[in-house]
């Protein structure tokens, strides 16, 4: 299974942009890029996925690198509710569709 | 977003008794999965499903069977409960814009 590194922990400011990285070396062609993220006793919420193409939506946007070895999570603004583990998870189109949770990063966000 | 539900949200079992976790969707989904997340770990898979009567093992499978007689309910159960089960288990779907939903989440602790 192709595997993500991220930081353990990052820490922004409340309205300022935050920039989450992922690397992700041995990505195969196949292999969509997800992100999720938890809140402190909730299930993991959906942000955002791609697969070569940079990707906004509402909640954030998602920028992939031209070889698709590392990808950023972009938070606009962060509130003080962005505060979460986020996770970067390849989803291998040919394993069942399954996500592969690694350690995620925790995002802590200052008033 | 798609309707889903599990049940129960918590559950306290003893050590060798049989267990049934309950997840419900509401909108047909062909992928369903469960779950685990330990404290400080992101989730494993335990088992998924593709459709009725089709399932597969995930990474920690052992201890765990699972049943989905209708598109609508993946149930996962503990054959004999241990206290290595002790969790918080989740459930997932797929959903039809590719990304995935999850439970809110039973918390299991078997003593």
């Known amino acids: 299974d192709a595997k993500t590194t991220q930081p353990n922990s990052m820490e922004s400011n409340e309205e300022e942009p935050v920039h989450l990285p992922c690397n992700h070396s041995t990505i195969s062609g196949t292999d969509y890029i997800h992100w999720y993220r938890q809140l402190p006793s909730q299930g993991p919420e959906y942000v955002i996925h791609g697969l070569t193409s940079n990707v906004n939506n509402r909640m954030a946007s998602l920028a992939i690198a031209e070889d698709r070895k590392s990808s950023t999570l972009i938070l606009h603004r962060a509130t003080l509710r962005d505060a979460a583990v986020y996770y970067c998870i390849l989803r291998d189109n040919n394993a069942g569709n399954m996500l592969t949770f690694g350690g995620g990063t925790r995002l802590m966000v200052k008033p | ?111």
């Not at chain 2, 597969?56 to 052992?62: L, N, Q, T």
């Not at chain 2, 069977?65 to 609508?72: F, G, L, Q």
Request: charge should be neutral.
């Open chain 2, 1 to 111: 977003d798609a309707g889903i539900t599990q049940s129960p949200r918590h559950k306290v079992t003893e050590t060798g008794t049989p267990v049934t976790l309950r997840c419900h969707q509401t909108e047909n989904h062909r992928y369903m999965y469960w779950y685990r997340q330990d404290p400080g770990h992101g989730l494993r898979l335990i088992h998924y499903s593709y459709g009725v009567k089709d399932t597969d093992k995930g990474e920690v499978s052992d201890g765990y069977s699972v049943s989905r007689s209708k598109t609508e309910d993946f149930l996962l159960t503990l054959e004999s409960a241990t206290s290595s089960q002790t969790s918080v288990y989740f459930c997932a779907i797929r959903d039809i814009q590719d990304g995935y939903t999850f439970g809110s989440g039973t918390r299991l602790t078997v003593v």
